[in-house]
């Protein structure tokens, strides 16, 4: 009779062991997760070399697009989608916001910017930053 | 030490030094920072320009043949081999194992067609020890700053590391080895 009830408590002790081990295994089984957020922002800080002063705000904007078109397609100017979203006049200097995605397409396509309204111009990028509020601050603004 | 091999204009030195080049080589004008390219068919034509190119810092010589490719791999005088879209097809497995053979410092003009610099991104993992990219420019809006230049190698294949060695350490090293001047 002893032996019996030991019998069944070691039966019912292996069943929840060969239990515990199937569920901890499933736990295990984790998905993994792409922890380069592809999305956050990049902001790139450039400025212009050029004989002439003034640009206009669309001008910059609608070179940089057609240079990253020209160089790598509308696909990849869709995915960086490049946008001014500062720029300084009297210094010539601005910030250009992007992806994580797309941000190396936007520097190596800058060069492709040999005129700006018809007016010889350099686009030299300087820094990428994470955040705007660090963008500003190397810009000198608050 | 970020310097730019192949400036076409003496002018621009000022604006590659407003990108951060610390040194600029400046084609055709004798002096320290000179350099003097020269096209080359065959063997005479190499020999001709190395004698009339003293007082030159660099010596690059762009070969149209392939004998002439063989010639300026083996010729000490000639610092750099200059290659381009006219030129690229002269770069075939034995020339790659004779540049690897001399250890010979090879000059990709960015403005070569992405073809190009994706092939040579290639043959400088295993044939080129000294591959340097430069902009070769005419003029100021032809310059490329150092941080689009290593995005566009990254971009045509380049790990991040050799994107860098490219473009911060070959065009350095390149020079101390010819320092003969």
Redesign the interface.
Known sequence: MIQMIFDILIFVWLLFLTMLFFSKKQINIKKIYNKRNIKAKRYIIFYI?SENKYFGREEIESSIRSSVKEF?GRMWLDISNPKLILYIDNEKRGIISTNRAGY??I??S??G???INGK???V???RTTGSLKKAKKLLGIR | MLIELCLNNRNLIT?AK??GYTRSIVEGIKGRNSRLTFTAKNRQQIFENVKRSSGFRLRVCKPLTKDALRYAIINDSIDFISIDDSNFFLLKKSMLNLIRQKTKPVEISLSSSSNVIFKAIRFGYKWIDNLVFSSCAK???????P???I??L??HGADEEMALYWTYVTPAVSLNDSDDF
């Open positions: 070399v790598l190396k397409v520097l190596a800058i060069p910017i040999k005129e010889k111009a350099l030299v990028p300087l | 604006y407003e990108l003029d100021f809006n032809e310059l490329w700053p941080l689009s230049k995005n566009y990254i971009i």
